[in-house]
Nanobody, 115 residues
Framework: QVQLVESGGGLVQPGGSLRLSCLAT????????MGWFRQAPGKQREWVAT???????TYADSVKGRFTISRDDAKNTVYLQMNTLKPEDTAVYYC?????????WGKGTLVTVSS
């Protein structure tokens, strides 16, 4: 029904920046919110940020002040701008969409923060 494809991951040095993109296709008209999760090696998946249909944004405490979630409705794309990256930000980042009858996930994009 809804397909999500992430892009933009890669290797970056501590203190650097990266922007992730999530392209949504399919029946996207009834989505309530979209967001980002991440899963570090050996750890459980954790919530990072959400943007609701009305544009309200929320963030996990660990990324407040450093990450910004945004969207471009014309392109059906959600972004995650990541600044001042730390080694502990290293994870596979997953795009998520919440619809009327359930949620959807992308396959993830790997972000590695290392010198």
């Amino acid at each position: 029904q809804v397909q999500l494809v992430e892009s933009g991951g890669g290797l970056v040095q501590p203190g650097g920046s990266l922007r992730l993109s999530c392209l949504a296709t399919g029946y996207i008209y009834s989505l309530h919110a979209m967001g980002w999760f991440r899963q570090a090696p050996g750890k459980q998946r954790e919530w990072v940020a959400t943007i609701t249909r009305d544009g309200t944004t929320t963030y996990a405490d660990s990324v407040k002040g450093r990450f910004t979630i945004s969207r471009d409705d014309a392109k059906n794309t959600v972004y995650l701008q990541m600044n001042t990256l730390k080694p502990e930000d290293t994870a596979v980042y997953y795009c998520n969409a919440q619809g009327t009858m359930g949620g959807f996930w992308g396959k993830g994009t790997l972000v590695t923060v290392s010198s």
